[in-house]
């Protein structure tokens, strides 16, 4: 058995025992439905990794706070985290959680006030063939309710879904808001328009932890002022940022 075999099996035993403890129903301290009162802090948190590093041994993770439901940052941290798991496809979280530590553990290090009543994650949730994204990995790990929210479609077999199509339906019908993603009976996502379906390339929501899939959508939405809802967004380019930092300090270096 080889060792890409091995880390396979480990991880797959895992991700069920995770699995296992992940919630799948509102268990949050605030309204569920819009606007949600009692809603004052939602995070979210990005990845991004420096062009050059051909080892991709080096992430640089971002975390956010945004005060709900005005969307002004409250908090906006970064930093480059090194990665040794490799990659293997289905099982991203496994690479990049000690990243995300990283992220929530400086948060609670420095401004634990300002810890999120839920974050939106810059991946996927219920929406992966096992249906145990990054978003399900983090909220499980941290115990902290979470949405997965994708910019690009994952493929998953029984699905019928398909990124082109979906993206025409939006652009033909302005007033479509959210299309399911399903397989049998089986519920994975929603495509979704943010801000009222303005958006013509749909963004990919499903629950993580501790979220239903309703609120999972009109949190998304609610979070949006662009086709990707803010904390994400900022998160991004906080993240995006650094990396470009690195990127000139390595090409200053060489």
């Known amino acids: 058995m080889s060792a890409e075999q091995d880390i396979v099996e480990s991880w797959t035993r895992l991700q069920v025992e995770l699995s296992a403890r992940r919630i799948a129903d509102d268990k949050v301290d605030f309204s569920t439905a819009p606007p949600f009162d009692g809603l004052r802090l939602v995070g979210g948190v990005d990845i991004s990794y420096p062009r050059g590093d051909g080892s991709g041994g080096t992430a640089v993770v971002a975390l956010t706070v945004l005060a ?11 930093e480059a985290v090194a990665i040794t798991a490799p990659y293997v496809a289905g099982f991203l979280a496994f690479r990049e959680s000690a990243a995300y530590r990283a992220a929530f553990d400086s948060l609670r290090r420095t401004r634990p006030e300002l810890w999120p009543q839920v974050v939106l994650v810059d991946g996927n ?18 115990d902290v309710p979470t949405v997965g929210v994708a910019k690009n479609l994952l493929h998953i077999d029984g699905t019928g879904a398909d990124a082109k199509q979906l993206k025409r339906l939006f652009a033909d019908d302005p007033q479509l808001e959210e299309v399911p993603i399903a397989a049998a009976s089986e519920l994975y996502g929603m495509a979704v328009a943010p801000a009222g379906g303005s958006a013509k390339n749909p963004i990919f929501v499903s629950p993580g932890h501790r979220v239903s899939m309703r609120t999972a959508v009109e949190l998304a939405r609610c979070c949006s002022v662009h086709r990707v809802p803010e904390p994400i967004r900022v998160a991004d380019l906080q993240s995006r940022e650094v990396a470009r930092q690195m990127e000139r300090l390595g090409d200053d270096d060489a």
């Open 68 to 78: 709900f439901p005005s969307l002004e940052v409250l908090y906006a941290h970064s």
């Open 125 to 142: 949730g219920t929406l992966h063939p096992r249906r145990f994204g990054s978003a399900c990995h983090v909220g499980v790990e941290m």
